[in-house]
């Protein structure tokens, strides 16, 4: 029997990672260009690489995640200026915050009726 079917899950983790690293992809494009997740992103460093195969980067993660949506990553960072087309793309499969808007609920937040 399928684990996944037996746990009564609908997606599995990859599906969930990818959704959320496409999602934090599209929020640092829209960042300003001289916030450091952006200056980190399109930035690398100068020096001597150690031997061997090189380590898996974030990059590398979302141009497998970007082909998968059959985009380039150029393709995918002017569509991911544009939010609401971009969450279309995405799908918000794993965003916490998938439909139910963007506003957070305070916490301590009491309401203004009074209780008697």
Not at 7 to 26: A, C, H, P, S
Not at 38 to 61: A, C, E, F, S, V
Not at 103 to 112: D, I, L, N
């Amino acid at each position: 029997m399928d684990i996944l079917k037996e746990l009564q899950m609908e997606k599995d983790i990859n599906e969930v990672l990818q959704t959320r690293r496409l999602t934090y992809f599209g929020h640092v494009t829209r960042m300003e260009k001289d916030i450091y997740p952006n200056i980190l992103m399109h930035g690398y460093t100068h020096g001597q690489q150690p031997t061997g195969r090189p380590r898996k980067r974030w990059q590398d993660n979302i141009t497998e995640d970007c082909e998968e949506l059959n985009l380039t990553i150029y393709q995918a960072s002017h569509l991911a200026n544009d939010r609401v087309k971009w969450r279309n793309t995405v799908g918000n499969k794993g965003c916490r915050s998938a439909g139910r808007g963007h506003r957070r609920r305070r916490r301590g937040f009491k309401s203004s009726k009074s209780v008697t």
